[in-house]
C-alpha cells in the first residue's frame, strides 16, 4: 500500500551539504522502491539549520499540526542534518510532535525509519547530537578563522557608511582587474581566496558621517535632529532605512570612522526551546573584545571623536522615560502608520485624575524621522479599539461575508472529517497503558510488596485513576462522533450563526 509523504529539502548558507537537487533524487530513489508518493516538497534554500524557524519548515509543520488534510505519514529528508542541526533533546521535542499527528521523519541516506524501537531512537538522538556537534564547532572554527583575520588587519564584515572593501591578496595588496584595483559593492561576494581592507567611499556618505560628528561636537545638537537632518536630505542606512536616534548613536560611537577595527562584540544565542522565536544579540565580556588599531585610513580625527564621546559622557545615563511614559505593547503596536512622518503608532500610557488611560502615539515624536517633532494627534487605545470591531461586526453581518465564510468552513470541515482526527486508536493505546499500569500497582499491593496505607502510593493510584476516567470520557465521545452524521453544511451553518449571535 502506497503511503503519502511530504519531501523536505534544505540547504545551509555555507553549502558544505548536497545541494537541493542532488537531495531530491536521493529521496525520489528511496521513495520508489518503498511504496511512497512524495505529494509536496517543501524546500528552504540557503537557511541554516540552527533553529526551526524557517519559512518552508514553518508552512509545512502547520498543515501538519492543523490536520494534515493530505493524510501524509511520513516527512522524508535526505539527511537528519537537513532537518534541523539543532540541540538533541529539541530535536526530540519537535520529533514527538510530528508524532502526535502521525508523521513520522525518515532518512534517504541513514538507517532511520521512525519505526519508535530503541534501536532507531538511539541512532536519531546520535545522529542529532552529531549534527549539533558539526554546527558548533564550524561556528567555533569561523570565530577563531575572523579573530585571526581581524589580528592580521582584514575586514571581517560588511562595509559601514562611508566605506568601500577593497580586495587585497595575504600581503594587503590589492587585487588588480582590467587594470584597476577590485573595488566590491555593497552586498557583493569577495571569494574564498582574497581578503578586503576598508578604504574611503562615496563622498556623499563620508560627508554625512563628518556632518554627524561635526553637528554633535561642536553645536551639541541632539541625536534626533541629526537624525531628521539626515532624513531631509534623503540619504538612507545601509539598510535602506531612514535614520533613526540608534543608527546615529552608533555611527557616533564607532571606532571604525578613527581607523581602528573592532570584533566579537556580540554573539548569538538561542532563546527558547525548539528556537522558534528565533535568535537574540548579546554582548560578549569585554576581554573577548578585539580591538586593532590603524587597520585603514580614517575619517573622524580621533580629537573630533574624543570630543564626541565626552558629550556622550557628560549626559550619563539615561534616565527613567516620565512624560508619556514606557511602551507598553496592545494590539495595534506598529500596525498603524503615521501619514505625515511615515513612523509607527507606539502605546502608551498617561495617568489622568488618578486613572491610567492608554494612547497610541506617533513614534515620530521621538526617533527624529522629521526636522520637527511630529504633531500628529494621539489616539485613545479602549476608543480606537471599539471602533475597529465594529467594523469588523458590521461587515460580518453582511450576505457577502457569510457566504465567503460558509464556504471557507465546508471545505475545511470536509477536509477535517475525511482525516483521521476521530481515530480512537491512539487513545485506545494509551487506555491500555495506564490500565496495564494500575493492574501493576494493585498487584504490588496485594503481594505485599508496597504497604496498602502508603500516602504515595495512595496518590499515585489516584493520579491513575483520574486519568483514566478522562481517557475513557475521551474515548466514549470519540465513539459517539464516529457513529454520528456529521453534515460539513449544517455544522457551518451552526458557526455562523453563532459568529451572527
Known sequence: MTTQAYGYLRASTDRQDASVPAQKDAILEFARPNDVDVVQWFIDDGVSGKSFDRPSYRRMRALILGGNPDNVGHVIVWSLSRFARVEPD???????????AGVTILSATEAIRGDRTLADGLLSYVSAYQNREFLVKLSKDVTRGMRALVENGFWPSVAPLGYDRLVVDNQHNPVVVNDRPLILKRGQLKGNQNHVILVPGDETEQAAIRFMFEKRAHERVGLRRIAADLNETGLQTIKGQPWKQSTVRSCLTNLTYIGHTRYGVRRKYKGVRNQIEGVELARNPRDEWITVEDTHEALI?????ERVASTF??????????IGGRRKLMLFTSAIVCSRCGANYQCRPRKKNGRTYLYYECSGRTVGRTKDRCDSWSVNADKLKEFIFGEIQERVSTEEFQIALKAYLVGRLGQIIRSNIFDIKPLQKEITEFESKKRRLLDAISDGLVERDDPVMAEKLGELNDRLLLLTTQRREAEKLMHAELNPDVIAAQLIERVRD
Open 90 to 100: 529539541d530535536f526530540i521535542v519537535e520529533r514527538q510532535a510530528l508524532a502526535k
Open 301 to 305: 580625527p580621533m580629537d573630533l571623536f
Open 313 to 322: 559622557r557628560e549626559n550619563g545615563r539615561r534616565g527613567p522615560r516620565t
